[in-house]
């Protein structure tokens, strides 16, 4: 079983397209991210829900919203999409927000052309 | 969140030992000192942390320096599969955001 499962893992989309990529982690972790890993490799936090509520959101533009149905899910929609915003988006979580061990899921490479 | 430096990249012999260095000078009294590592293609790997003594896992060890101002991630014996981008992540013990700041990392090459 997967700890922390992403899909799709691949996503190509045109833009000004709305698109969302799901996140589930079955580790029966507190806390949820959203990491961005650009082309030249950067990560960077996006977003932290900690039991469903959101505790970090590091200057994302509103066109990206995530969405926690539960704990053991953290969605990340995107309206209106942008060249710049192909990248490598990573879903993680950790048992709670004060624990630093992350599990990562594999990454969904989202192409916008 | 304080900043880490590490060598951009560093090569390797298979089944030799490795060290990969990370200075952080400006580390504070509550900064723990992590290391993460990404395979290719894959999302980031939790290695080790640590506060102050030298830390042991399955994976690797971590030397601390007595001021700690600087750390070393140990691999005992290096394996193809070891390559990766290391990295050397300060964390505030007092934050309760759980948030990662990655830096660029090392990336090591294994050769076998």
């Known amino acids: 079983d997967t700890a922390v499962s992403q899909t799709p893992k691949y996503l190509v989309t045109q833009m000004g397209n709305d698109k969302s990529i799901k996140c589930e982690q079955n580790l029966g972790h507190d806390t949820m991210y959203w990491y961005k890993q650009d082309s030249k490799k950067f990560l960077k936090i996006m977003f932290s829900?900690?039991?469903?509520?959101?505790?970090i959101n590091e200057t994302v533009p509103n066109r990206f919203s995530p969405k926690s149905p539960d704990k053991a899910h953290l969605n990340l929609h995107i309206n209106s999409l942008e060249l710049g915003d192909s990248a490598v988006y990573f879903c993680?979580?950790?048992?709670?927000?004060?624990?630093?061990?992350?599990?990562f899921g594999q990454g969904t490479r989202l192409t916008v052309v | 969140d304080a900043k880490t430096t590490q060598p951009n990249s560093m090569e390797s012999n298979e089944e030799e030992p490795v060290h990969l260095p990370c200075n952080h000078s400006?580390?504070?009294?509550?900064?723990?000192i992590h290391w993460y590592r990404q395979l290719p293609s894959q999302g980031p790997e939790y290695v080790i942390h640590?506060?102050?003594s030298n830390v042991n896992n399955r994976m690797a060890s971590l030397a601390i320096a007595e001021d700690r101002k600087s750390s070393t991630l140990i691999l005992h014996r290096a394996t193809l599969r070891d390559a990766a981008v290391y990295y050397c992540i300060l964390r505030d013990g007092s934050s309760n955001t759980g948030k990662l700041i990655f830096g660029q990392g090392t990336t090591l090459q294994v050769k076998p």
């Open positions: 400006t580390i504070s009294g509550t900064d723990y």
């Open positions: 993680a979580s950790s048992r709670n927000s004060q624990i630093t061990e992350a599990f």
């Open positions: 640590g506060l102050t």
């Open positions: 829900y900690n039991n469903k509520e959101l505790i």
